[in-house]
């Protein structure tokens, strides 16, 4: 049987827990991406998350971001590295402990926002994530933007990947997410959003704005918890997958070859 993981980034924003949301996620989803404290989130917050995640069988990674909590981690930052090192450093290792005392070890790390997406092309930004990861939590895989150049400096640093695309944000032709400054960025449509995912899934290509489309090989599929409607989108993708005979399950891990 086909496989393919769902990821969701979690723990960033209370009022998505207090209202049910990130859990009618979590009875979707087969991976999360715990926010580390930086660009979003609390200890307590994550503790939450985790505890929930862990109940569900679902399967625990960190997500850390640009110490930015004013801008979400949405924004470039300019930062030195060895600063951006030590505050990554500090992010994995407060989710590591948090986890740690559920009795889970974290199994991937994947950046957020505007270090995912300046870290898929900018190799010293890459290479700052994969120290990192590599020291904090050895044997950990990394989750990136599926054919980004960074998927080689992970793959030097000798960690596994998964390659990952996206069923609620746009593409541009040359593999890139369309910038959230336009309207159209994120798809809201439980419909579109599942014929993205089956798209990426069974035909290895993704949807771009302009309607054409770039080829795509991804392991794991992500939905942001933010998107407006998030929960009803994971459950028409989650769908309209199984239609298809995918099994939702967490990606197994692979050397960065793609």
Same mark, same amino acid.
């Given at each position: 049987?086909?496989?393919?993981?769902?990821?969701?980034?979690?723990? /960033?924003?209370?009022?998505?827990?207090?209202?049910?949301?990130?859990?009618?996620?979590?009875?979707?989803? $087969?991976? =999360?991406?715990?926010?580390?404290?930086?660009?979003?989130?609390?200890? /307590?917050?994550?503790?939450?998350?985790?505890?929930?995640?862990?109940?569900?069988? =679902?399967?625990?990674?960190?997500?850390?971001?640009?110490?930015?909590?004013?801008?979400?981690?949405?924004?470039?930052?300019?930062?030195?590295?060895?600063?951006?090192? /030590?505050?990554?450093?500090?992010?994995?290792?407060?989710?590591?402990? &948090?986890?740690?005392?559920?009795?889970?070890?974290?199994?991937?790390?994947?950046?957020?926002?505007?270090?995912?997406?300046?870290?898929?092309?900018?190799?010293?930004?890459?290479?700052? &994530?994969?120290?990192?990861?590599? /020291?904090?939590?050895?044997?950990?895989? @990394?989750?990136?933007?599926?054919?980004?150049?960074?998927?080689?400096?992970?793959?030097?640093?000798?960690?596994? @990947?998964?390659?990952?695309?996206?069923?609620?944000?746009?593409?541009?032709?040359?593999?890139?997410?369309?910038?959230?400054?336009?309207?159209?960025?994120?798809?809201?449509?439980?419909?579109?959003?599942?014929?993205?995912?089956?798209? &990426?899934?069974?035909?290895?290509?993704? &949807?771009?704005?302009?309607?054409?489309? @770039?080829?795509? @090989?991804?392991?794991?599929?992500?939905?942001? $918890?933010?998107?407006?409607?998030?929960?009803?989108?994971?459950?028409?993708?989650?769908?309209?997958?199984?239609?298809?005979?995918?099994?939702?399950?967490?990606?197994?891990? $692979?050397?960065?070859?793609?």
């Amino acid at each position: 049987m086909l496989s393919i993981d769902l990821n969701c980034d979690m723990a /960033e924003l209370p009022e998505l827990a207090a209202s049910g949301v990130q859990d009618a996620l979590l009875d979707t989803v $087969s991976s =999360v991406n715990v926010a580390c404290g930086a660009h979003a989130g609390d200890p /307590e917050l994550i503790l939450q998350t985790i505890r929930s995640a862990v109940a569900r069988g =679902v399967a625990v990674g960190a997500h850390p971001g640009f110490p930015d909590r004013e801008n979400f981690g949405r924004e470039p930052m300019a930062i030195e590295a060895a600063v951006l090192l /030590e505050s990554l450093r500090g992010q994995l290792r407060l989710v590591a402990e &948090i986890a740690d005392s559920c009795a889970v070890a974290l199994r991937h790390v994947k950046p957020h926002g505007a270090l995912y997406n300046l870290a898929a092309r900018d190799c010293g930004l890459a290479a700052t &994530i994969a120290q990192a990861a590599r /020291e904090v939590l050895p044997g950990v895989a @990394v989750i990136t933007l599926a054919g980004a150049p960074c998927l080689r400096i992970f793959g030097q640093a000798g960690l596994a @990947v998964i390659p990952e695309a996206f069923a609620d944000r746009r593409y541009e032709a040359d593999g890139s997410l369309r910038h959230r400054r336009y309207p159209d960025a994120l798809i809201t449509s439980p419909r579109e959003a599942a014929e993205q995912a089956l798209s &990426i899934a069974r035909d290895g290509l993704a &949807i771009t704005a302009s309607g054409e489309t @770039v080829p795509i @090989v991804a392991d794991t599929l992500c939905l942001h $918890s933010d998107t407006p409607g998030a929960p009803a989108l994971a459950a028409a993708v989650r769908s309209a997958l199984e239609a298809e005979g995918f099994r939702i399950a967490p990606a197994t891990t $692979s050397p960065a070859t793609r």
